[in-house]
């Protein structure tokens, strides 16, 4: 092969070249969207540390944030697969819910699928934690094979298909428990995943945020699995022609996403020490702000496990900061509505900018 150059062909031009020669807005609006989520983090964090250094600064509250997000940081991990993938989940938010009730239930013999279980009928006993838990596990893993089967094989679009799933689960979970939050009745086990510590310092739901965190990170990364799912999000047509199965693939990163949204529902009922039946809906919203944000942070509008764990500490540390300055509750909405739209926006802008490259 030649290696010379055709003198009548234009001359090539270096992208970083080009990258720099463009105009300052649009190489703000680059900056922006790749960084606009740390400098939110960081500036938030900030102000609150300036305006309330004795209550946002405590190391307690600090590490309460950090406790805090676990489970709704859990449930956006799993919403991150399946975005990856190039499909949506808007049952997420439910399936969290009814875990916690379901779970509760298990323990204490309560509803239909605990009594089933070998619970009571008076709620006196239920299945050992250790047990109680893989159910409800498995069960988070059906609800993603469901979405996944009526996603790919009956071709009907991610999100009508998880919005009616979604709302059956909802269904299901006003049925099992008829609207009732189920206090939990065991022997003080379940609410040690929220309150115990690793060697008295470490709460075990940071230590269970980080194996998912890195579980996921992993996942994505560093397995056959990931690529695969990288590869059908990208393009699902020339993922096919390199012979990966992309139905398979897509109903794995739906299970995937079910079984982190049961894992966060879970761990939220352990901190509440109740099964309620609306506890993890809020996490739709948040999840996918987290989501969102993470897709324009580092990185030019790809999902990916750590910048959504940076938007989970964007999102929760504004929740934290209205709190600690008793801001009514409808801000915390207003709070995620307006951040869901900002990240999205951002997530265009830094899509749109390498497009343009």
Request: one cysteine or more; charged letters at 10%; glycine letters at 14%.
């Amino acid at each position: 092969m030649s290696n010379k150059t055709d003198p009548g062909a234009a001359p090539a031009v270096d992208a970083a070249f080009l990258k720099k020669s463009r105009p300052f807005h649009l190489q703000a609006l680059s900056f922006g969207g790749k960084y606009g989520t740390v400098v939110v983090l960081v500036g938030m964090t900030l102000a609150f540390f300036i305006a309330a250094p004795t209550t946002f600064g405590s190391p307690g509250n600090l590490i309460a944030v950090l406790t805090n997000l676990a489970p709704g940081a859990i449930v956006a991990i799993g919403l991150t697969i399946v975005l990856v993938a190039g499909d949506f989940d808007l049952s997420v938010g439910y399936q969290a819910s009814i875990a916690g009730v379901f779970t509760v239930g298990l323990l204490s013999g309560l509803g239909v699928l605990g009594v089933a279980a070998g619970g009571s009928p008076d709620g006196t006993t239920g299945l050992p934690l250790w047990v109680a838990i893989p159910i409800v596990l498995v069960i988070g893993c059906i609800f993603g094979l469901v979405n996944g089967f009526v996603v790919t094989k009956l071709g009907v679009n991610a999100l009508i298909a998880t919005l009616g799933t979604g709302t059956i689960i909802f269904a299901v979970n006003l049925l099992y428990g008829n609207g009732v939050t189920y206090a939990v009745r065991d022997d003080g086990s379940f609410l040690q995943l929220s309150l115990g510590k690793l060697f008295g310092v470490i709460p075990y739901p940071i230590i269970i945020l980080v194996i998912f965190i890195v579980g996921s990170w992993l996942l994505l990364n560093m397995t056959k699995l990931g690529q695969h799912i990288k590869a059908v999000g990208d393009d699902s047509e020339a993922a096919r022609r390199l012979g990966i199965n992309v139905s398979r693939t897509r109903i794995l990163a739906f299970m995937f996403t079910g079984f982190c949204g049961t894992a966060g529902g879970i761990l939220l009922a352990a901190s509440l020490g109740s099964g309620d039946a609306n506890a993890g809906d809020v996490y739709l919203l948040q999840a996918f702000a987290a989501a969102f944000l993470g897709s324009a942070a580092l990185r030019d509008g790809e999902f990916h496990i750590v910048g959504t764990i940076l938007g989970c500490l964007t999102v929760a540390v504004g929740f934290n900061g209205l709190a600690i300055f008793s801001a009514p509750a409808f801000t915390q909405y207003l709070f995620a509505g307006g951040l869901l739209v900002v990240a999205v926006a951002l997530s265009t802008l830094s899509r749109k900018y390498v497009s343009d490259l």
